[in-house]
């Protein structure tokens, strides 16, 4: 059974960089059949995707238009693990935060679905 | 404001039937993507509900379902339970400037 267990603050200031840290178990972060994701959700702004990582040969990153100039999502196949750092952070980021898995096969990620979620963190930005 | 439209809110009486929509574009469920259904109760992180227009995972009762056509999607839940009572979102995926993966903003489901 696939779990991912989340980790990080749960409050950051203003301007400040978020990070957060996603420890997957019952499954490999460069698995070929796997693309790991950050998601956000909020009051105001509903379920909003941040990015994705996934392992076809390579490394490929896509990131959500909203953030793509603030985001990073970074993978550590050591220690089996993705994390996401948010840059410059506003109190318009407040959100809970959740990693997820999308199952692929055979290239093709978008037919699955995120069958897998992490828990979610809470993260309030705030002086 | 969300790229896929739903419904804020829909209800139903115990043992009844309803449709939750989701109305997107030509650059996301008319060019084609997939859609897939999420339930997410107080509290909890979103589940996966239905994958790929119309599966459902294993363990998912077979009175939740799936369509699409067009430009719009549609989930169906027959007889009811109290236990149905939760949030809804669809989710796809728009190859225009938005960002890949897009969500609905979410109907919230009530048992009468």
């Known amino acids: 059974q696939v779990q991912l267990q989340q980790s990080g603050p749960g409050l950051v200031r203003p301007s400040q960089t978020l990070s957060l840290t996603c420890v997957i178990s019952?499954?490999?972060?460069?698995?070929?059949?796997?693309?790991w994701n950050w998601i956000r959700q909020s009051p105001s702004r509903g379920l909003e995707w941040l990015g994705w990582a996934y392992f076809r040969t390579q490394w490929y990153k896509d990131y959500g238009t909203s953030v793509s100039s603030r985001v990073i999502i970074n993978l550590d196949t050591y220690k089996n693990q993705f994390s996401l750092q948010l840059k410059s952070v506003t109190p318009e980021d407040t959100a809970v935060y959740y990693c997820?898995?999308?199952?692929?096969?055979?290239?093709?990620?978008?037919?699955?679905?995120?069958?897998?979620w992490g828990p979610g963190t809470t993260v309030t930005v705030s002086s | 404001q969300s790229v896929l439209t739903q419904p804020p809110s829909v209800s139903g009486a115990p043992g009844q039937r309803v449709t939750i929509s989701c109305t997107g574009s030509?650059?996301?469920?008319?060019?084609?993507?997939?859609v897939h259904w999420y339930q997410q109760l107080p509290g909890a992180a979103p589940k996966l509900l239905i994958y790929?227009?119309?599966n459902r995972p294993s363990g998912v009762p077979d009175r939740f379902s799936g369509s699409k056509s067009g430009t719009s999607a549609s989930l169906a839940i027959t007889g009811l339970q109290a236990e149905d009572e939760a949030d809804y979102f669809c989710?796809?995926?728009?190859?225009?400037?938005?960002?890949?993966?897009?969500f609905g903003g979410g109907t919230k489901l009530t048992i009468l």
């Open positions: 997820a898995r999308t199952r692929g096969h055979g290239g093709d990620y978008y037919s699955y679905g995120v069958d897998v």
């Open positions: 030509s650059s996301n469920i008319g060019a084609g993507y997939a």
């Open positions: 790929g227009d119309t």
């Open positions: 989710q796809s995926y728009d190859r225009g400037l938005i960002g890949l993966t897009v």
């Open positions: 019952g499954d490999s972060v460069s698995s070929n059949s796997a693309a």
